[in-house]
């Protein structure tokens, strides 16, 4: 528990909050025994870093409307920003789970570290104050908030992909990093985007976000997803209507 607490910064006077924090819903289930998990400080912890961050960007926004607050917090709250947040202190080495859904890669899925990040700012929270999370939260999303303070209309090519590709099918694109290159304080990252079985573009970057994002623009440049368009399009023309009269015709 010491290094967790070392790495996010916060000594919890209530180390149950802490394990509480920690523990995926998997391990209950796995063990058959009543066991505490993280899912309702997950629910407390989204409100909290909603209200937290909503403040900051309506103080630092005086002149914003509601719709342009609203987008800035998307780009912080989002599931790939929790888990951006949560890989910042390897946060799925610590999660206490099942031996099954460790083996199926759950200390490093999106959704779980996502919940497991919110789960914590709900504990620091019940163990602290809405100050100690607050303090919690503008350290560990200082990165994406001096973004946005930066450049609050940056455009946004991982959104502008998604929305896109969930026009046409709502699978959302997924960011591979395919290989890390040099020492870690200069390291070259390389990721390439995939959506429906589709490589859409790569792209490399000093961080594993530019390398997601090189990836996003290069996605968008190619407009490989055209292919996946077409070929729906044309099965569907291909389809004869005779043929559905037909079956209708055996079935009566």
């Known amino acids: 528990m010491k290094s967790i607490e070392n790495q996010i910064g916060y000594k919890f006077r209530n180390s149950l909050l802490l394990a509480e924090a920690l523990t995926h819903p998997s391990l209950a289930y796995e063990t058959q025994r009543p066991h505490f998990d993280n899912q309702r400080l997950e ?61 199926s890669g759950g200390r490093q899925r999106s959704s779980t570290l996502a919940d497991a990040f919110e789960s914590l700012v709900g504990s620091i929270y019940l163990d602290g104050s809405l100050e100690a999370a607050k303090a919690f939260i503008m350290r560990h999303c200082k990165e994406e908030i001096l973004a946005i303070h930066e450049e609050p209309n940056e455009i946004n090519p991982k959104g502008q992909l998604q929305e896109i590709l969930q026009s046409i099918n709502p699978t959302s694109p997924q960011y591979r990093i395919v290989s890390e290159n040099g020492p870690d304080h200069c390291k070259t990252f390389e990721s390439k985007v995939i959506w429906e079985d589709i490589e859409l573009g790569a792209g490399a970057g000093n961080s594993k976000k530019e390398a997601e994002t090189s990836a996003a623009k290069a996605a968008l440049k190619a407009e490989l997803w055209q292919q996946h368009s077409n070929a729906v399009s044309k099965k569907s023309k291909g389809k004869s209507p005779s043929t559905d009269l037909d079956a209708v015709a055996e079935k009566s």
């Open 43 to 103: 629910y407390l912890g989204d409100a909290v870093l909603q209200l937290v961050l909503t403040e900051y960007l309506y103080q630092l926004f005086p002149h914003f409307t509601e719709g342009n607050l609203t987008k800035l917090r998307s780009r912080l709250v989002s599931k790939q920003a929790l888990e951006t947040y949560a890989h910042r202190f390897s946060l799925g080495d610590y999660l206490l789970m099942g031996k099954g859904e460790e083996a």
